[in-house]
């Protein structure tokens, strides 16, 4: 599973990016073959400036502006769960979440934050499995904390409440480019719990496959009061919740949360519900329906959710169909890391242009990458002059396909003069 981060320009993002790059020290982390007593400055095993040996290590030898970067491998026990921040500083895998594993082994969780960490704290690029706690699954974000955790994977973890987050006191978190799949909560919040006035931010996740016992089998929110939870180009699919609210349940005091350019879709039960706050969904696919502008039902057409692969297929009615001016400043690419504004041709453009571009984004994590060759109109694996007929009574007719080959939405003599650039070109 590819997930790749976002570049991603907000203020908090912004800041910690900005932080990174000027980072005091580098410190490394080796499983394998580091050593605590090690000052963690080199990443070649050798003492006494070697790796660190557990992860805690490396963030205790930290502090604010450093970046401690850690080697593939499966870390796990003493050193590598219960993490937390000392300063605020960035902890990074050398080679993604597939390689660079955190297994709690079904006991304990891997971070929590309760130190008021700001966005210059920042946790990318790691697999959280297998956690088990009464507070969260894998991650507690607990008192105002402000954390960024993107290019992270969230499986197997179980609590009580939040089988993969819990966010409690306060805490706004922003988490970028995850995929939270297969969490189990025994009471509210199959994958994620807020709590007490928390805000967190999700952008470019799937969260899919989690179960909750009571409610929210994907998202449950309780306690927010005034700008709550946001969900901007999310998936949220497949969830199980034994009462009420299998995809999203708002329970509490003004918990409001703002749900855009997502699609909520084979949850139990209903997609969205809870009676305590208002949930604002927009440019987003609910099945069931759902008020709001630019809302739609109907099936996303997911590539092969059985085995987990929520991308989209050809004629996906969310094609295309999303609001660009919801998505933040800078956010250009999705969970794979492809493109995210991308025009398909053969969909017809019933979103929001704007940002900066033309092309108008798709609903959920991944933004669809047709690979289809453009030019070979009757899709028989050969150019020649009936594709030009097949062109031309496509442009006739006034379909999309033949009027968006160009950027602009008229149908005219550019629209041909592209198609000819691409018969030219030939296909891949």
């Not at 805690?56 to 850690?70: E, H, N, P, Y």
């Not at 994620?192 to 929210?216: E, H, K, M, R, Y």
């Not at 350019?261 to 609910?286: C, H, K, L, Y």
């Not at 571009?357 to 933004?367: H, K, L, Q, T």
């Amino acid at each position: 599973m590819r997930v790749k981060l976002a570049i991603v320009y907000v203020a908090a993002i912004s800041a910690a990016l900005t932080l990174t790059a000027q980072a005091q020290t580098t410190y490394y982390v080796n499983g394998s073959c580091g050593s605590d007593v090690w000052t963690g400055t080199n990443p070649v095993c050798v003492a006494p400036n070697g790796p660190k040996r557990t992860i805690q290590a490396g963030l205790d030898a930290s502090v604010t502006g450093d970046t401690v970067i850690v080697a593939d491998g499966t870390y796990t026990s003493a050193g590598n769960k219960w993490l937390w921040f000392p300063q605020n500083s960035a902890l990074r895998s050398e080679n993604g979440p597939e390689n660079c594993i955190i297994d709690l082994e079904s006991e304990g969780l891997a971070f929590f934050f309760v130190l008021d960490e700001t966005a210059d704290t920042v946790v990318d690029g790691f697999t959280i499995r297998n956690g088990n706690d009464t507070t969260a699954g894998a991650i507690h974000f607990h008192h105002n904390s402000r954390v960024i955790i993107t290019n992270c994977i969230f499986t197997g973890n179980t609590a009580s409440g939040g089988g993969a987050i819990s966010c409690d006191n306060d805490s706004s978190p922003t988490i970028i480019n995850c995929v939270i799949t297969g969490n189990t909560a025994g009471f509210n919040g199959g994958a994620v719990l807020t709590t007490d006035q928390s805000t967190p931010t999700f952008i470019n996740c799937t969260i899919t496959g989690n179960t909750a016992a009571w409610n929210g089998g994907g998202v449950y929110l309780n306690g927010s009061r005034g700008a709550g939870p946001t969900f901007i180009n999310c998936t949220i699919a497949d969830n199980t919740a034994g009462r009420e609210g299998g995809g999203i349940f708002a329970d509490g005091f003004e918990s409001d949360a703002t749900v855009t350019n997502s699609i909520i879709w084979a949850n139990s039960g209903e997609q969205i519900t809870g009676p305590g706050g208002d949930v604002v969904v927009r440019f987003s696919d609910v099945q069931g329906g759902f008020v709001g502008q630019g809302n739609i039902n109907a099936d996303p057409r997911f590539a092969d959710p059985a085995a987990g692969d929520y991308r989209l297929s050809t004629g996906s009615p969310v094609i295309d169909a999303g609001d660009n001016t919801a998505v933040p400043t800078g956010v250009t690419t999705d969970l794979d890391g492809n493109p995210r504004f991308v025009d398909d041709p053969n969909s017809p453009n019933t979103g929001v242009p704007g940002n900066g571009f033309a092309e108008i984004v798709d609903m959920g994590a991944y933004e669809f990458q047709d690979e289809s060759c453009y030019a070979d109109c009757d899709a028989n694996g050969v150019l020649d002059i009936f594709d030009f007929l097949c062109f031309q009574n496509s442009f006739v007719l006034g379909e999309p396909y033949a009027c968006d080959c160009d950027p602009d939405p008229a149908c005219d003599i550019f629209d041909f003069l592209c198609f000819q650039n691409a018969f030219v070109a030939g296909c891949p």
